[in-house]
């Protein structure tokens, strides 16, 4: 039988991966609003691998013979200013959950929990997974605007140039 602190942990994590999803399905619709299928794709994408997260855990308090216990989730945003925007806050929300798998770890070895150390190490390689590819597409991003501003650059050197 599971603690109940760790029982309040993991409820806590499922809350955590809805909200990521409901995040993740915000930002879908941003992007198909903004005409970009593409990036809409991804989002959608990681939408429904935090659906599965929350259900991993969800299945395993039930095996645990735990107590599921589903709380609100807060609404996302609904607006960003750009591509990269959106990417970085990406980034720093999977930094963000890498930081709360931790944190539930260091409970389950506290409280000897063996079977959720297991269940837990799965997610903690998912998460490097999931923080390398925000990363690559905030690198691209940032390497895409930047070749932007070099046109840009161009642009204005050539605005000047006279006959030749
Ligand atoms: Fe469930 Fe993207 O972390």
């Known amino acids: 039988m599971i603690t109940k602190i760790m029982q309040d942990e993991i409820n806590n994590q499922i809350n955590k991966e ?19 299928p593409g990036f809409a794709h991804w989002m959608r994408i990681q939408d ?6 929350a259900m991993k855990l969800y299945d395993f308090l039930l095996e645990r013979g735990g107590k599921v216990i589903l709380k609100a989730i807060d609404a996302p945003k609904t607006e960003w200013n750009s ?17 709360s798998i ?22 903690i390689s998912e998460q ?7 990363a690559d597409i905030v690198a ?3 390497l895409i605007e930047s070749h932007g501003t070099a046109v840009l650059v161009l642009d204005h050197q050539l605005s000047k140039r006279g006959n030749s």
């Open 83 to 99: 591509t990269l925007e959106v990417a970085e806050e990406v980034a720093a929300h999977e930094a963000f959950v890498t930081a």
């Open 18 to 36: 809805l909200y990521s999803s409901y995040l993740y399905l915000s930002m879908a619709a941003y992007f198909e609003e903004k005409n970009l």
């Open 128 to 134: 490097v997974e999931e923080e390398k590819n925000a």
């Open 102 to 123: 931790y944190s539930l770890y260091e409970t389950a070895l506290k409280e000897k929990d063996y079977p959720a150390q297991v269940m837990l190490q799965w997610f």
């Open 48 to 53: 429904a691998e935090e659906r599965e997260h």
């Open 140 to 142: 691209s991003l940032k």
